[in-house]
């Protein structure tokens, strides 16, 4: 299976990379579009700012390829919030594949929120076998809407779309290839994806 993980202005390209290599996947890590666009599956992962994530996506002409893909993509944490139409941090427009504002947290708690969380009202394929209430980990200060496309949700401060699914796209807040057992059944079950 070619998996593609996409190479762009943002961090923690290398934790994917490694987690899948655990799963017996080598990866491609490129910006390449006709390595992406052939790539059986595209991860699009990300740590960094919305802004300047955004700008050079347009730049190197990835907004439009991640359009265009129809083959399943899974955005991670930036990724998911990118893949959303619109974000406070800097007032970033996003990609618009779900029709979402990713907004930040209220200043009541601890912001960002860092560490593990429950997941609950597992609805994708990407749960498969994962349990109601399961933790997972996350690193965020921005978090996307509950909507129709919300197929997991998790609360700090608010609740909020811990994983989202629309097409072939699919989006995770939180960090799989941190996540340990479940996270590595979650990739898992995102490379069985039809």
């Known amino acids: 299976m070619k998996v593609a993980i996409l190479k762009y202005n943002a961090g923690n390209i290398h934790s994917v990379r490694l ?114 209430g399961a933790y997972v980990y996350f690193v965020h200060s921005y978090f996307a809407e509950l909507s129709e496309h919300t197929v997991a949700r998790t609360e700090y401060i608010v609740p909020f779309s811990a994983a989202l699914q629309k097409d072939n796209y699919f989006a995770v807040q939180f960090h799989p290839e941190k996540s340990g057992k479940v996270g590595e059944r979650i990739l898992k079950n995102f490379l069985r994806i039809e």
């Not at 899948?20 to 390449?32: A, M």
């Not at 190197?60 to 359009?67: I, N, T, W």
């Not at 893909?69 to 974000?87: A, D, E, T, Y």
Request: hydrophobic share 40%.
């Open 19 to 132: 987690a899948l290599n655990r799963l017996g996947i080598e990866p491609k890590v490129t910006d390449n579009a006709s390595e992406i666009r052939s790539a059986d599956r595209v991860i699009f992962p990300g740590v960094g700012e919305a802004s300047t994530a955004m700008e050079y996506l347009k730049f190197r002409g990835l907004d439009e390829l991640l359009l265009s893909l129809r083959q399943p993509v899974l955005g991670i944490c930036l990724g998911l919030q990118l893949l959303c139409s619109f974000s406070e941090e800097n007032e970033t427009l996003g990609l618009g594949v779900f029709p979402i504002k990713v907004k930040m947290f209220p200043p009541r708690d601890k912001v960002p929120h860092i560490g593990w969380n429950s997941v609950h009202n597992l609805r994708s394929p990407l749960f498969t076998g994962i349990d109601e």
